[in-house]
């Protein structure tokens, strides 16, 4: 069973940072897209940037220049850092390792796999 380990997430006023960090086994970190996702109440999950297995780097139009997302590869980790947080920021995000995401597929990826969400929340 593929287990994503999630920390970080809290609340923070609006200009703040947090970071999250996502934890994952060698063979996943190594051959799946790594990232996150949100969803906010009423709101469907959205993709909020990725690192694929090419090393390709994605983000969500709305995060571009406050969000970057790296990866520790001596822990398996995806990491993202989030400055500059607004309210609609607000959201419990969600670690991703994805076979597909966004028209790409990870062939070594087995499939797509989800953590239990962390809840961040941005006030003003």
């Known amino acids: 069973q593929v287990q994503l380990v999630e920390s970080g997430g809290g609340s923070v006023q609006a200009g703040g940072s947090l970071k999250l960090s996502c934890a994952a086994s060698?063979?996943?970190?190594?051959?799946?897209?790594m990232g996150w996702y949100r969803q906010a109440p009423g709101q469907e999950r959205e993709a909020v940037s990725l690192?694929?297995?090419?090393?390709?780097?994605t983000y969500a139009d709305s995060v571009k220049g406050r969000f970057t997302i790296s990866r520790d590869n001596a822990k398996h980790t995806v990491i993202l850092q989030m400055n500059g947080l607004i309210p609609e920021d607000t959201a419990v995000y969600y670690c991703?390792?994805?076979?597909?995401?966004?028209?790409?597929?990870?062939?070594?990826?087995?499939?797509?796999?989800w953590g239990q969400g962390t809840q961040v929340t941005v006030s003003s």
């Open positions: 991703a390792a994805l076979r597909y995401s966004g028209g790409y597929i990870s062939y070594g990826c087995p499939s797509n796999y």
């Open positions: 690192i694929r297995d090419d090393k390709i780097t």
């Open positions: 060698g063979y996943i970190f190594r051959n799946c897209a």
